[in-house]
């Protein structure tokens, strides 16, 4: 494991000077996260991150997506050009190679101990393990987690600083990178009219807006077949928001469905929480959606092993 020192002197190019502290941003490249809740209404958020480390990041999206969490606050993020907590030295984020998610719920604190799933973070423990899990082509892993630190606890914090940045050349081995087929066609969907699905559309992110349509009142049969059915489903709920009836979810509307996902600010249903946070598990897209009950606001029918 690479030493925050080690980090520095790998990924120097975006800190211009360190005293004082000021970075150029300029070649960084972005990486499309799913996002939800009121900061995000289109449903996403593009993050910035050093060049070197675009497919590492684009494989932590990757697995972001196939779990169903979302970025929810703005704070956190990848940039910021800043010393370490509490230091002098430049944060790893001034660097592009670290990232923080929703950092009041994955609280950064001084404390010695073992994480305890759902109160010291509410990210799933197998998100955790499969982020940690990613690997180089040379089965080197990547992904390092503040909330392993020893003498602090930082849960919000990733930085891929397992490997060298030799290593991480080498590239992402797609195998250790569950959902990445379903997050590519995600990330490339054509978002020059903001659309995000469309009748025709098929797969499993059609299934989990369905699922999140029938949390909102509709009554679909959960297929993954964006048809006639889902797209009057979608033109009622565009209806509901006071925007236009399109039939397609996008916009304001991809944002607001994505707010009933289980890992949302959005889901306020108590029940639904508290059993998706049970033992600390977690759920991928496809697992939510069909384990949705129709009819039963808040309620989903999950069976753990």
Known sequence: MASSSQMRAWYPELVVSTNPIRCNYSSTKTVKFLAGGPDYPKGYIWLRFHPATVEWAQAVAAVMFHHGYAFEEKAGGSLSCRPITGGTRTSLHAHGVALDINPSRNRYRHQVGPIQWGRHTDMPKALVNDL????????????????????IKDPMHYQCSKCSRADLQTGINYSTVPGIDDYR??????????????????????????????YAGADLVKDGDFGPATEAAVKVEQKEQGVPQTGQIDGTLAGFLASFSRRTSG?????????????????????????????????FNITYQ
């Open 132 to 151: 940690e899990n990613i690997r180089t082509n040379n089965g080197k892993r990547i992904t390092e987690w503040g909330g392993r630190w020893i003498n």
């Open 185 to 214: 066609a995600w990330a490339d969907l054509e978002m020059e009219e903001d659309v995000v699905l469309k009748r025709g559309d098929q797969g499993p992110l059609v299934l989990w807006y369905q699922a999140m349509l029938n």
């Open 267 to 299: 889901m306020s249903k108590s029940e639904a929480n508290e059993i998706y946070m049970l033992k600390g598990e977690g759920l991928t897209i496809e697992e939510v959606a069909a384990s949705y009950t129709e009819g039963s606001p808040g309620k």
